[in-house]
């Protein structure tokens, strides 16, 4: 079986010349969920590459992605995308994405939308995967992976279908550091804009744009340089005041 390490030799993904045309406007919005606020009068303009969110667990990044992909509604305010094609999402949980029983079928999935059959998306899918050397893995079983493999497989179902945008919500938290290795150089090498959140920073450290959130709310913006050191700076003193630092 081949394994998902650095090494492992596949084509290139994608021409690296930018996707023109995508845009993602957060105006105004307010979205309630049950009787709690999750975000209020939010403001962000999105068109850069590479965008990293970062924050503690509750701070808004997840609901920020279903807001831009339509499986959330703003309370009030409005979302607006613009790119050439559709947005794809990774959730955090495999589980909650992966729909079919074998790689090649989940793969097939994302090529029935372009108006494929599901006898020619399973074999698109499985030429697919053996130009990236992953050609057995077209007839395993999801049940028989690893969580990280599974992860895997939802990269591969986005990038095979081509999405214009995708929206990675802590993609690297299943996987062990070989495969990060290799999806930090797959999503350097794709041409799609990416918007990455995570609470591991330094797969993020070196992108253009970084947005700290915090409570629903925009805490600090700008390069990743400067955003993850400032979030990294107010964790320690925390940590420091709880008298967590040690002694």
């Known amino acids: ?13 994608a021409s690296n010349a930018p996707l023109a045309g995508v845009s993602v406007k957060i105006d105004n919005v307010t979205l309630v969920r049950g009787n709690t606020p999750v ?24 609901s ?25 999402m990774m959730f955090q949980n495999p589980d909650e994405q992966i729909i079919f029983p074998t790689v090649e079928d989940e793969l097939g999935l994302s090529l029935q939308a372009s108006g494929l059959s599901r006898k020619a998306a399973r074999a698109h899918a499985r030429a ?23 992860q895997h497989v939802c990269w591969l179902a986005l990038l095979i279908a081509s999405h214009s945008l995708l929206l990675l919500d802590e993609p690297f938290s299943s996987l062990d550091l070989p495969a990060q290795a290799r999806l930090e150089r797959d999503m ?48 320690a003193a925390r940590a420091q005041a709880c008298g967590l630092t040690a002694q």
């Open 39 to 62: 975000f209020e009068a939010l403001n962000l303009q999105l068109t850069q590459r590479r965008i990293g969110l970062i924050g503690d667990n509750g701070a808004g990044k997840s």
């Open 128 to 150: 697919w995967l053996e130009a990236r050397g992953l050609g057995p893995w077209a007839e395993r079983a999801i049940g028989s992976l690893s969580q990280g493999q599974r």
């Open 64 to 88: 920020l992605f279903r807001l831009i992909c339509g499986l959330e509604k703003p309370t009030t305010g409005q979302v607006q995308v613009q790119a050439e094609s559709s947005v794809g």
């Open 1 to 13: 079986m081949p394994t998902l390490s650095p090494s492992h030799p596949h084509p290139p993904l």
């Open 188 to 235: 350097a090498s794709v041409s799609q804009h990416v918007i990455v959140s995570t609470h591991v920073l330094h797969h993020i450290r070196h992108f253009e744009r970084v947005i700290w959130l915090d409570g629903g709310a925009v805490k600090r913006d700008g390069t990743g340089v400067d955003v993850c050191a400032a979030y990294e700076a107010d964790v």
